[in-house]
């Protein structure tokens, strides 16, 4: 079954201590995302990347890292995590060229930083 | 930058009546992306429709259809026969072909169906 996936998909953490949320499309897809949501904003995405070692800034990259060693995984690091960084979390990805940009979505991660 | 703007955070329906949903967006491209997707209480992104700028016939999914008018930079979602499980919050997403730009949302408008 084509999907994306995220672990975990809640999470409590304390200020300042270290997080990983994994993201893994089983789709060969080179297109992959990551995107905050909170009330009233929509989704604004944090990071994105093309394809292998190849990533960009969306528009809240900071306080976040990004890494794409291989192409099915896009994981989202959050070295200190504050506050702010509370919100709903969604890896997505997609094909590029050829395709119509659609955008898979995984389950999104409930993130509360303490 | 592209911006997405959906003017009407909240809306409600009648349970088979149709219900339309706007958006708006801003851009310099002429080659573009549009997209709604659905998020019911599940929190999972779903997309209902698509449609290429370059084509100039609406998208149409079942129940749903778009009206794309792109010298309006305009595109509404229309739902026909409205039913429980349409219940959700509604996105509008914007995307250059180009695809080296990031994936734009608007800020969402939630749907209810009264029965």
């Known amino acids: 079954e084509a999907q994306v996936t995220q672990n975990p998909r809640y999470l409590i953490t304390v200020t300042g201590k270290k997080l990983t949320v994994t993201c893994s499309q089983n789709?060969?897809?080179?297109?992959m995302s990551w995107y905050r949501q909170d009330p009233g904003l929509g989704l604004r995405q944090i990071y994105y990347?093309?394809?292998?070692?190849?990533?960009d800034k969306g528009d809240v990259p900071e306080g976040y890292k990004v890494s794409r060693k291989e192409k099915r995984n896009f994981p989202l690091i959050l070295e200190s995590p504050s506050p702010n960084q509370t919100s709903l979390y969604f890896c997505?990805?997609?094909?590029?060229?050829?395709?119509?940009?659609?955008?898979?979505f995984g389950p999104g991660t409930r993130l509360t930083v303490t | 930058a592209q911006t997405v703007t959906q003017s009407q955070p909240e809306m409600s329906v009648q349970e088979a009546e149709t219900v339309t949903l706007s958006c708006t967006y801003d851009?310099?491209?002429?080659?573009?992306?549009l997209f709604w997707y659905k998020q019911p209480p599940s929190r999972q992104m779903i997309l209902v429709i698509r449609?290429?700028?370059?084509?100039?016939q609406n998208a149409t999914e079942n129940r749903f259809s778009v009206n794309f008018q792109k010298a309006a930079k305009s595109f509404s979602l229309k739902i026909s026969d409205s039913q429980l499980g349409d219940a959700a919050m509604y996105f509008c997403?914007?995307?250059?072909?180009?695809?080296?730009?990031?994936?734009?949302f608007g800020k969402g408008t939630r749907l209810s169906v009264i029965a």
């Open positions: 997505a990805s997609s094909e590029l060229a050829g395709s119509s940009y659609e955008q898979y």
């Open positions: 789709m060969n897809h080179e297109y």
């Open positions: 990347s093309m394809n292998v070692e190849v990533t």
């Open positions: 851009t310099s491209e002429s080659d573009y992306y």
């Open positions: 449609q290429e700028a370059y084509k100039q």
């Open positions: 997403a914007y995307i250059d072909r180009i695809g080296n730009t990031p994936l734009v």
